[in-house]
């Protein structure tokens, strides 16, 4: 019994200690005027609206557009990226050299693991999932509806598909 006391005033002393170093509700959370706000402590901050979207790099099947929200995805440090992909988006099953952490945002993003596509394998993940593909396993993906995701990973960015034939870029040499 007295263990159970201990233990319970010791989880709300950590609760309430993590409260209390919260910023208040009305204390404004970012400096507004840029795509990258800053908050104190952080290294950089974004928010949604203000991302900047263009064309995904040529290494992806046409029609993804990319924003990047941290770092250099071709430099070799961690980068956060997201991708907005259209409907119907299929990413042939492909490696990375380093772990790839992917948190679905809005829409219905369909991973499987494997050198061959397995509809009936995959593994279905809505908003707010979150899947890591380790490094140099094969993976691959397709959306349901218009879909966003963030990858957050360790540079440089690298996809090698699994079939070279299934490179966009092999088409366009």
Known sequence: ???????????????SSACAQ??????????????????????SASKAPDLQWGPAPPVFPA????????GNPGGP???TVRLRLP????IAPHTHPTDEHVTVIKGTFLVGMGTSVDRKSMLTLHSGGFVTAPASHAHYAITEGQ???QVH???????????????PRASTH
């Open 1 to 15: 019994m007295q263990l159970a006391t201990a233990t319970v005033f010791f989880l709300s002393l950590i609760a």
């Open 22 to 43: 919260q910023p208040a509700a009305s204390e404004p959370a970012t400096h507004p005027g840029s795509a990258s706000s800053s908050i104190a402590g952080a290294t």
């Open 63 to 70: 029609g993804a557009q990319m924003a990047v929200l941290q």
């Open 77 to 79: 440090d961690l980068f």
């Open 87 to 90: 409907s119907g988006y299929k």
């Open 147 to 149: 879909t966003e995701v």
């Open 153 to 167: 990973a360790t540079g440089p960015f690298s996809l090698m598909y699994v079939n070279p034939a299934d490179d």
